[in-house]
């Protein structure tokens, strides 16, 4: 059976099984909110459902119930290939099932036939400067592909709720295929002087990605799919996925929820913190010239950093309390491909360092490295140095998971999200 087949499939039965659970269960507590939770960006309140994955604090993320480890080794590989397929993670995270080889042939020929993006996309792009942030690009070219869609075009034509997965499914389709294109073009444009590279359908999604930009080693397919596959969701309460989500929830197609998505991405403490963290150490080793900095020196030079009043970019994190496995995973990598490379020692050494400076500093909840701590320098390593860029691939890997989540939203037909504000003065005079 086609994907489309097999979600129509489970789409029916999850909401046969979401209903038959509202009516036990439905009134019950699932989460207090204290005036805490209220002021400080809601940390722990349990209040939505998102289908794909789910964050331990302690374990990580797992992707339908898989751990990262899993991941790697069950998802479908390149011929050749040891890391796992993007398009793999897609199916997972949309249907709930490990993919076959079939199944992932069939989704990357299905992107074959979508990426095809309209010529307006370049224009409108080719009108900003190029000193524009890449993810102000990036969301732009995914905004101007509104007119493509195919969900606001039905739904303008007045089709019933039961229809609206069925164009978000294709536009989610053709928007994963085409997302590639755009962010290679945002990178041609700005840092190679528009000299575009066109698709290899021969290729794999992420391989052909590596290959527009201009990377068409191995190693780099390699990292490209697994850096897709790690990013692509991490539950429903990050700033990207909630931002999709919810503007999502107003019915917009996902053209705008995912670029209202990026611009939540864009955000220096979100995804924005994989280009600090290399900016940072950049900034840092250069300020010991030739010499390379010993543990000491950056352990000094973390405690400059918050004595600062900065955040240590790339450790920390709002639900995670050890160190996050995308970390492990990337480490992995880097080990296996980069052991000797200068960088590479130096986000060692800080995995030693940093963890104990922070608990000293008292205030970080969770000392360890984040994914952004180690995804870079492997970037870096094959020479795609334009850091200010790094985000806009977690933003092409991001948009798996929000995509995916948002053909369950209409599948299951979610309702426009409003939780309700409150003031000062009414919590003054109602919380006693
Ligand atoms: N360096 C210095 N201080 C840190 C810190 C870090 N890496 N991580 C947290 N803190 C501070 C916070 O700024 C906060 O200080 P104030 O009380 O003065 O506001 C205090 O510790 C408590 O914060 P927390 O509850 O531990 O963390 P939050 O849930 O508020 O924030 C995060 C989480 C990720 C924004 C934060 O850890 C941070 O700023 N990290 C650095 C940026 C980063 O790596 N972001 C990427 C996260 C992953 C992603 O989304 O891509």
């Known amino acids: 059976m086609g994907l489309k087949d097999t979600l129509r499939t489970k789409i029916q039965k999850r909401a046969e099984e979401t209903s038959a659970f509202l009516k036990e269960h439905g009134e019950k507590i699932l989460s207090e909110v204290t005036v805490n939770q209220a002021y400080r960006g809601m940390r722990g309140v349990k209040c939505m459902v998102w289908e794909g994955s789910l964050l331990d604090p302690y374990e990580g993320i797992r992707f339908r119930g898989y751990t990262i480890p899993e991941v790697r080794e069950m998802l479908p590989k390149a011929p050749g290939g040891e890391e796992p397929l993007p398009e793999g993670i897609f199916y997972l995270l949309v249907t709930g099932d490990l993919p076959t080889e079939e ?7 299905e992107f074959k036939k979508r990426m095809e993006v309209p010529g307006y996309v370049f224009d409108t792009l080719r009108a900003m400067p190029k000193d524009s942030h890449p993810m102000t690009l990036f969301s732009l070219g995914i905004l101007s592909l509104q007119n493509e869609s195919k969900f606001a075009k039905a739904y303008r034509e ?27 073009f945002v990178y ?34 390699e990292l490209m799919r697994l850096y897709l596959v ?13 931002t999709g989500h919810l503007v999502g929830s107003a019915l917009s197609s996902p053209y705008l929820a995912i670029s209202s998505a990026m611009n939540g991405l864009a955000g220096p403490l979100h995804g924005l913190a994989n280009q600090e963290v290399l900016r940072w150490i ?16 950056l352990e000094k030079y973390a405690w400059d950093t918050l004595n600062a009043g900065k ?14 496995p995308r970390y492990t995973a990337f480490r992995e990598f880097a080990l296996k491909y980069l052991p000797d490379d200068e960088i590479f020692q130096i986000v060692s050494m800080l995995y030693e360092v940093i963890p104990p400076v922070l608990m000293k500093h008292g205030k970080a909840k969770n000392p360890w490295p984040n994914v952004d701590a180690h995804s870079g320098v492997l970037l870096y390593h094959y020479g795609i ?3 200010d860029y790094y985000t806009v ?10 995509l995916s989540q948002l053909i369950w939203d209409r599948g299951l037909g979610l309702p426009i999200e409003r939780p309700k504000s409150v003031t000062l003065e009414w919590l003054k005079e109602n919380i006693k």
């Open 103 to 109: 199944n992932v042939k069939e989704i990357q020929e």
């Open 158 to 184: 007045g089709i019933p709720k039961t229809q609206y997965w069925e164009y978000t499914y294709e536009d989610a389709m053709d928007l994963l295929a085409r997302l590639p294109i755009i962010a290679a």
């Open 188 to 221: 041609r444009y700005l840092y190679k002087d528009d000299q575009q590279i066109d698709p290899d359908p021969s290729l794999d999604w992420a391989a052909n990605f590596a290959h527009m930009l201009g990377y068409d080693q191995p190693e780099v397919y």
């Open 230 to 242: 790690l990013h692509s969701d991490h539950e429903g309460g990050n700033v990207s996925a909630h």
């Open 282 to 297: 950049l900034e840092l080793k250069a300020s010991f010239g030739d010499k390379m900095p010993t543990k000491e020196d």
């Open 311 to 324: 955040v240590i970019p790339g450790f920390g994190h709002a639900v995670l309390r050890k160190t996050d």
């Open 385 to 387: 140095r334009e850091f």
């Open 393 to 402: 691939f977690f933003g092409v890997s991001r948009s798996i998971g929000i």
